[in-house]
């Protein structure tokens, strides 16, 4: 876990805020919606997503070529924030995503990310040894599907639309979105309809 701010940091921050505002770059009302956007935000938006593309075809396609677009569709702003991809899985490449620098992470459809997201051990393992790091999280790959990492940055955000599992036929997009975690988001898990 992050220390807290230390007082400084605080201090700074505020004088960089009241600069920001004295300039007209900012107001007060739009740092509060900001804030209470983002504090709205959680993977069960990006679970509601998942189960519509699953569901609608027109939907799905949007979703792949233009993910930032497909969030709008949502209702979710995207405002300010760097375009979304989304990563399709298929039964022969399966997607795990990780920030290898920092933490950069798709918040409006996702919300604050995990604190094993952010680790140092999570982002190298991710990258040197996929395989091994899903096994730890409980996720067997058939032989033959490749893993293919993908690096979330401060210019583009990643998500995964992971394999509907068999059966779910006949399921609504409620249901559908019940299974799909966090974790199958970014592709340490996967959706399960047990």
Do not use: N
Not at 144 to 155: F, I, K, L, Q, W
Not at 182 to 192: C, E, F, Q, S
């Amino acid at each position: 876990m992050a220390a807290p701010p230390s007082a400084e940091s605080i201090a700074l921050l505020e004088r960089f805020v009241a600069a920001l505002k004295a300039r007209g770059v900012v107001t007060e009302e739009e740092i509060a919606t900001q804030i209470a956007r983002t504090d709205r935000a959680g993977p069960e938006i990006g679970a509601r997503m998942v189960a519509r593309a699953w569901t609608d075809p027109a939907y799905r396609r949007l979703l792949v070529e233009d993910g930032t677009a497909a969030a709008e569709a949502m209702g979710v702003s995207m405002a300010g924030a760097p375009p979304l991809g989304v990563l399709a899985d298929t039964d022969r490449v399966h997607h795990l995503v990780v920030c290898t620098l920092c933490s950069c992470y798709p918040r409006q459809v996702l919300g604050y990310p995990p604190h094993w997201f952010k680790s140092s051990a999570y982002r190298a393992r991710a990258v040197r040894d996929p395989r091994g790091v899903l096994a730890e999280w409980g996720t067997a790959l058939p032989e033959g599907v490749e893993v293919r990492v993908v690096d979330s940055t401060a210019d583009y955000r990643w998500m995964v639309l992971p394999l509907r599992p068999a059966g779910t036929e006949g399921w609504d997009e409620a249901r559908l979105a019940a299974i799909v975690t966090r974790d199958a988001l970014v592709g340490v898990a996967l959706p399960r309809a047990a």
